[in-house]
């Protein structure tokens, strides 16, 4: 078993870039990618960007340019750099972790709330 656990959110200005930290313990060596979703009230949970375990980064183009996510093996933690936020960046923001080898599954933590205000 794998858990996640986000901090870092909170009330931020526009332009005001905080960064976002998921630890993962427990089964850490099962995980494979991890990513980050975010998601709106009313809204599906949409995925802003997913890491690899050689560091690759792919990114959802509304964050493109703006947000950087990276992973830190040694401290089983990813991090998502919000820069050039936007009110619309608003979110409850989650850290997401695939075990592929171990268990195969999926793996949530509770999310975090970032609200920008303009």
């Known amino acids: 078993q794998v858990q996640l656990v986000e901090s870092g959110g909170g009330l931020g200005q526009a332009g005001d870039p905080p960064r976002l930290f998921c630890v993962a313990s427990?089964?850490?060596?099962?995980?494979?990618?991890m990513a980050w979703y975010r998601q709106a009230p009313g809204k599906e949970r949409s995925l802003i960007a997913v890491?690899?375990?050689?560091?690759?980064?792919v990114y959802a183009d509304s964050v493109k340019g703006r947000f950087t996510s990276s992973r830190d093996g040694a401290k089983n933690t990813v991090y998502l750099q919000m820069d050039s936020q936007k009110p619309e960046d608003s979110d409850v923001y989650y850290c997401?972790?695939?075990?592929?080898?171990?268990?195969?599954?999926?793996?949530w933590g509770k999310g975090t709330l970032v609200i920008v205000s303009s």
């Open positions: 997401y972790g695939l075990d592929q080898s171990c268990n195969v599954m999926e793996y």
């Open positions: 427990g089964d850490t060596d099962c995980i494979a990618s």
């Open positions: 890491i690899n375990t050689g560091g690759s980064t």
